[in-house]
């Protein structure tokens, strides 16, 4: 059983970057499609980023393209999400999980809030 943890988030001015990283436990990490997730206030949580298991394919939300990088390294079972040009929109609760998302694999996510 994959468990997950995230970590990295902060409190960062808008045009600021940040790396988020998700630490996975579990052989099995390397044989799934993981994703970043975010979760606004008042918001539904929504997709950011996803990556294959291999690593060679990757789809963005059209919010962060071209800002946001995922990627994962499968011999330290980790994920991570580069992002870049941080804007005030951005701040949310941040969340790894497999993609699509397992319920029972949420964890605590980690906050980002970006300053105006």
């Known amino acids: 059983q994959v468990q997950l943890a995230e970590s990295g988030g902060g409190l960062v001015q808008a045009g600021g970057s940040l790396r988020l990283s998700c630490a996975a436990s579990?052989?099995?990490?390397?044989?799934?499609?993981m994703g970043w997730f975010r979760q606004a206030p008042g918001k539904e949580r929504e997709s950011v980023a996803a990556?294959?298991?291999?690593?060679?394919?990757?789809q963005y939300a059209d919010s962060v393209k071209g800002r946001f990088t995922i990627s994962r390294d499968n011999a330290k079972n980790a994920m991570y999400l580069q992002m870049n040009s941080l804007k005030p929109e951005d701040t949310a609760v941040y969340y790894c999980?497999?993609?699509?998302?397992?319920?029972?694999?949420w964890g605590q996510g980690t906050q980002v809030t970006v300053s105006s």
């Open positions: 999980n497999t993609d699509p998302p397992t319920h029972d694999r």
């Open positions: 579990g052989r099995t990490f390397n044989f799934l499609n």
């Open positions: 990556i294959s298991w291999t690593g060679g394919r990757t």
